[in-house]
């Protein structure tokens, strides 16, 4: 051990929930003690729902799932056509979000089909996720794999895709961050083949230079 620092409490910067959103969504976040969003997650609700790409750095268990669940939620309560792709690096963050997701969609009492795609997922179910899939939960991976080069089969999720969450954008670094960029320049060829233009939000540990990493991975501001 080189050092040791204690920092003190802070008082919580709350504000409030962003005009317009469903709700419901408010309503089941209040449920579970989520009276209001921290300032950064309303910030990045806010930015969501104006149309933008955001990137959200901050320290671990400060609220960032709740910060992209929202808007992507709301966009889905609100069109039923609606869908949204999530992409982790690894099969044991997606599940985990997953579960988290299935607890936060109960509470709204709506249906919305929450779908994980990866190497695991049986080969008898794929067919019925491909038709009935609102929120894909998968991989860079898999989405390079087995979702991309069968593009035709999703056309349905293609052409009604608009939000990709990408999360952990730390890890997407060096060459492997080199080949996701690849294989987010072909999902995105494929998404404006279908005629959609999904906003990216990104959500990483604290880095020094989310921005930049988010811009040059989704080659967009």
Not at 85 to 107: G, M, R, V
Request: hydrophobic fraction near 40%; charged fraction near 20%.
């Amino acid at each position: 051990v080189t050092a040791w620092e204690r920092i003190p409490p802070r008082t919580a910067r709350v504000a409030p929930w962003p005009a317009g959103l469903d709700l419901r969504l408010v309503a089941a976040a209040r449920s579970v003690g989520v009276e209001q969003p921290y300032t950064h997650q309303a910030q990045a609700i806010g930015a969501t729902l104006a149309g933008e790409h955001v990137v959200l750095a901050t320290s671990t268990a400060s609220g960032k799932t709740l910060a992209y669940n929202v808007p992507v939620l709301d966009a889905l309560l609100h069109d039923p056509a609606a869908c949204a792709l999530y992409l982790f690096p690894t099969k044991a963050l997606a599940h985990d979000q997953i579960a988290n997701l299935e607890s936060q969609i109960s509470n709204l009492e709506s249906l919305i089909a929450v779908c994980p795609y990866d190497g695991d997922t049986p080969s008898s179910h794929r067919s019925a996720i491909r038709r009935k899939a609102r929120l894909l939960v998968t991989n860079p991976d898999m989405l390079h794999t087995g979702i991309l080069p069968h593009n035709t089969r999703w056309a349905r999720f293609f052409s009604d895709l608009r939000y990709v969450v990408l999360d952990e954008l730390h890890t997407y670094r060096g060459v492997f961050g080199g080949h996701v960029a690849n294989v987010l320049r072909r999902l995105r060829r494929v998404c404006r083949f279908y005629g959609s233009d999904p906003r990216f939000i990104c959500a990483s540990a604290t880095i020094a230079n989310p921005r930049e990493l988010a811009e040059r991975l989704i080659e967009s501001p």
